[in-house]
């Protein structure tokens, strides 16, 4: 449906994306993440036709929407957009709601019906009325939401909509974007810096990194199998060991500083790599009383610290390399870990996902 | 589409709409009236403009005379008021068909150049030096020119209740006021202006010369019409009424229809001629006196001696 | 103190007879400003979008050149406009000096930086969000132009405001092309409050000074209220 190919965007020669190039398929929901400053916003507003890109294309169902002037407004048209910070008209609800209605010239009966059904869904029945400037941030952007939608488009994109809301509210934009996904076919585009967000509701992610797409895949893609280390460490994986790959007794390990560790896949010796281990998938036991099932790697090491986090613990220990996994109270309490206990950590080659460093 | 929602917002501020349609109906009706005024036809009333200055205006005379002129003629009287100095700019420019000032030296250069002709002399009176009661200069009833000068001395030697207080402005007064300085041997902007604190430009008409003056306690030079009117709230009384060089003579001019073909020269011949004319004569000796007690002018028809110019001027109508 | 307030009972009693002389004065007042605010209205308001929403060499400039006019001297103006339809003056054929017109011009060329320029300032003011918003809903240029002007309405209408107070209020350009004539026609007569003020004052005549003052403060701030109303709505 959407094909950015190299799109490059510069402002004042600084140069803010560098060659984006991915699909998005009609009626999925696809999330654009990255940290703040990644040009996301620059990404969207650039398919929306609110700027032109430096250079590369964007293609909306075939047809190069910056080539062409005269249909630019038709194209944009079908698309609908929601921006991060909740900005209505200084008018009644319901005349927000039916700015896009009147641009295209419907008529007052048909306004009327059309602005009552997009209160319905985003839930702001009989606020039709109120001023919209007097509503909180969340139900101003529920009012953006119905502006956008009630124009029927078939492309919606929402920029960090969720970013300035409570969490109330932003369970409601999120319900709200799923169910307009789901019930009318609608291809989502949203970019947030939460990549939890973009897990929960996207079927597939774009991670935009350093001016371009780092990878994009399905959430449980991006979330286990990095495609680099930059995006591991957004993720949200806390264990990253950098090694060179070495070639052992006929199989290939890595070579960490010293520490040896060995993975499911690699790459040929030489390579240089990042390992990528989830904290789910370390297990921490003290030095004497650990039996590892052979196979798995089992690094001795200390434990560096104990840090609290919620109803857990993280634990870090320094086993050559850093490792930390997370565990609860409990388990701490019954392994009797603390800083300076010596333990064991084990994990098994499978759960390291390698990643070219370059 | 949009038609009704405007026609809603209408019907919701319709008072606001209906006070400002009012509004510009009336302005329209106005402004259509001036339209036609501005281009007089031989149906509609002539319009004569007249520059005066304050010291006149300010008397009420013309706003006397004017409603006699305006039925006697079918006119109407514009009158612009302004310092001399402003009003002969008007006449220059031929910006009013009428002048009336009272500063002779600048009427004869006036005249030459062209901007002016036939003047006429239809009214005279006198300046005075007004001043504090205590008189801290002593100078009641000398000669004007001799007061100016001990006023100056006194002040120039360091007596801080001495003050002078100038018109400043470019106005017939002030010209008069200068002629007094020049007469007592004084090099007016060498030994008067700016010589110390006693002497005090205030760039201001009569009237508000006068409260300064009276606010200081101070002497200044007025035209009698204005010290008259305001009498009745100054503390100041009059000190020097006597001399030559205080007559004060007012003249009406038209202005020369041959540099500003378009000037209502007509029109302005007939207001000359009504000034000097006998019964408006009679009405000007007698202006002022059920107010103030005296009459605020003579009329120039019998004086022209006394005021020194000549019997055409004060008798002969402009043909 | 005494004067002041035999000044202020004078006063209160002009305005509650209705002193024929002092109405004429406050009618013309508000016909001059209103008809130069109106028309200043209609030029500037275009205007100020259209240079707001333009884009061209120089945009800046310009509008820091209407910023630093609007500390215009009004006086300045007034003799502008006196030397041009001076009747030696290139529209003096026209023979408009000493009439309401001309004050009307003279009132109009005053106001019409502070309009333009607070048209843009309020055109500004508009959220950069809402106007992505609009043109991604699809709005046309004209429909675009269109909605941020009316999302600006209230600062556009105090534009208008300020406008009518800074014609109202001004009494040297007033005199120097009025000449503050008191005819016997309403018409043709070019005195207004400020000038009467001006005039008042000079004379001495303090309790009709006081009256003009009164009225004039009650309209400019009138119009104020009422605008203000209206923004609350």
Known sequence: MIELVDVRKEFDGKSVLAGVTGRIEQGEIFAVIGPSGSGKSTLLRLIDLLDTPTGGTIRVKGIDIHAEREKSLAIRRMMGMVFQK??????????????????????????????????????????????????????????????????EPEILLLDE????????????????????????????????????????????????????????????????????????????????????VVGENGASVVDAGGVRVRAGWLPGPGEEVSLCIRSEDLRIAPADAARTPPGRNALPGVVTAVVPRGPFSRVAVDCGVPLSSVLTWKRVDDLDLREGSRVVVSFSPESVHAVRRD | MHVSRYINLIIMHRRIIFAVATIMVALMLICGCTGTTTDPTPVEKQQLRIATTTSLYDTKLLDHLTPIFEEKYNAEVLVVSAGTGKALEYGQRGDVDVMMVHDRAREDAFLADGYGQNRRVFAYNYFVLVGPESDPAAVKDMAPEKAFAAIREKGMAGDASVIFVSRGDASGTHSKEKAIWKAAELNYSADVQGSGDWYQEAGTGMGAT?????????????????????????????????GDILLNVYCAMQISPEKFPDINSTVAKDWVNFLISDDVQKEIASFGVD????????????????????????????? | MYEIIEGFLEAARLIVTLDADVMAIALRSILISLTATVIGTLVAVPLGAAIYFGSFPGRKGLINLIQTLYALPTVVVGLLIFLLISRVGPFGFMRLLFTPTAMVIAQTVLILPIMTGLTISALSGVDPVLRDALRSLGATRLQFFGNVMKEARFAILAAVAVGFGRAISEVGAAILVGGN????????????????????????????????????????????????AIQHR
């Open chain 1, 86 to 151: 909740p900005a209505v008209f200084n008018t009644t609800v319901s005349e927000n709601i039916a700015v896009g209605l009147r641009f295209r010239g419907a008529d007052g009966g048909r306004i009327r019906e059309k602005v009552e059904e997009a209160l319905d869904m985003v839930g702001l029945a009989g606020y039709g009325e109120r001023r919209a400037r007097t509503l909180s941030g969340g139900e101003m952007q529920r009012v953006a939401l119905a502006r956008a939608m009630v124009i």
């Open chain 1, 161 to 244: 909509p969720t970013a300035n809301l409570d969490p109330v509210s932003v369970e409601k934009i999120e319900e709200l974007v799923v169910r307009i996904n789901r019930d009318l076919g609608t291809t989502i585009i949203f970019s947030t810096h939460d990549m939890y967000q973009g897990q929960r509701l996207a079927h597939r992610i774009g991670v935009l990194m350093k001016g371009g797409f780092s990878q994009v895949g399905t959430p449980r893609e991006v979330f286990t199998l990095p495609a680099t280390r930059e995006v591991a460490r957004f993720v949200g994986i806390e264990n990253i060991i950098d090694g060179v």
């Open chain 2, 210 to 242: 006068l409260e300064m003056a009276n606010e200081k306690q101070a002497y200044t030079l007025s035209d009698i019409g204005t010290y008259l009117a305001y009498k009745g709230d100054l503390d100041l009384v009059t000190i020097v009424d006597e």
């Open chain 2, 291 to 319: 107010k103030y007690g005296q009459p605020l002018f003579y009329a120039a028809q019998d004086d022209w001696e006394k005021i020194g110019v000549t019997e055409a001027e004060v008798k002969n109508p402009i043909a």
């Open chain 3, 181 to 228: 004539i008191m005819a016997s026609s309403f018409a043709s007569s070019t005195r207004v409050l400020t000038t009467a003020i001006s005039l008042e004052t000079s004379m001495g005549n303090i309790s009709e000074s006081i009256a003009l003052g009164i009225i004039l403060l009650v309209i400019a701030l009138g119009v104020n209220l009422v605008i203000t």
